[in-house]
């Protein structure tokens, strides 16, 4: 089956700083990729739709300055979390999808990021 | 509005004994529905998906989901449970195309005990 990688699994930053987080297809070209905050035992929240070569759409309530998501090649799309708080803390997952394959997701192992 | 309901928060089955996990959906077109499954700390992993044809539908670790449109249901199952089935089951409906965003209900957790 399609394998999507997501790096780093934890990552642990101080309060300030920047953090960014891989997904890459490894074996499909992923045309779109999604970004999913996770809070303990809780949903996944969709925080933006990225389409390669294009700029990723946010939803709302999702702030695309802090959130950076780049999407610059059909196997990779990153998520940088700018001035990380606290607050960010949570599991980040991504999912990828290929065109034709009605709209199977397949998803990262997830980024649990830890802001100091 | 697109949405997905799983009326059960927390299950607890005895290992061995039959499942049902429940899942409605609200969709405004022909939805595309799918079970995933994740384990603690882990992604989510696909188990079964429909798109149209039988509404019986067979996936991976021996789960089944049927669709009924009828009832805007699309419940997953397992005959005999096994330890390792406990995880967070979540159930989620999208459209056609590649790049629309599934909607995910809130999980159901899975406790499986001897």
């Known amino acids: 089956g399609a394998v999507v990688s997501q790096h780093p699994s934890w990552v642990i930053c101080k309060s300030g700083t920047s953090v960014k987080i891989e997904c890459r297809s490894l074996?499909?070209?992923?045309?779109?990729m999604f970004w999913y905050r996770q809070f303990p035992k809780q949903s996944l929240m969709l925080m933006a739709t990225?389409?390669?070569?294009?700029?990723?759409?946010?939803e709302q309530g999702v702030e695309k300055d802090k959130f950076l998501i780049n999407h610059a090649s059909l196997t990779l799309s990153t998520l940088t979390v700018t001035s990380a708080h606290p607050e960010d803390s949570s599991f980040y997952i991504c999912?990828?999808?290929?065109?034709?394959?009605?709209?199977?997701?397949?998803f990262g192992a997830g980024t649990r990021l830890s802001v100091l | 509005a697109q949405s997905v309901t799983q009326p059960d928060i927390h299950i607890t089955v005895s290992e061995g004994a039959s499942l049902e996990l429940r899942c409605n959906y609200s969709?405004?077109?022909?939805?595309?529905l799918f079970w995933y499954v994740q384990s603690p700390g882990q992604g989510l992993q696909l188990l079964l998906k429909?798109?149209?044809?039988?509404?019986l539908v067979q996936g991976i670790k021996g789960f089944e989901a049927e669709f009924k449109r009828s009832q805007s249901s699309f419940n997953l199952r397992k005959p005999s449970v096994h330890w390792s089935d406990a995880a967070e089951y979540f159930c989620?409906?999208?459209?056609?195309?590649?790049?629309?965003?599934?909607?995910f209900g809130k999980g159901t957790r899975l406790s499986v005990i001897a």
């Open positions: 999912s990828a999808s290929a065109a034709g394959t009605k709209n199977i997701q397949y």
């Open positions: 074996d499909f070209q992923a045309t779109t």
């Open positions: 990225s389409n390669e070569g294009s700029k990723a759409t946010y």
């Open positions: 969709y405004g077109a022909t939805p595309y």
């Open positions: 429909y798109f149209s044809g039988d509404t």
């Open positions: 989620a409906v999208g459209g056609y195309s590649g790049n629309t965003p599934l909607v």
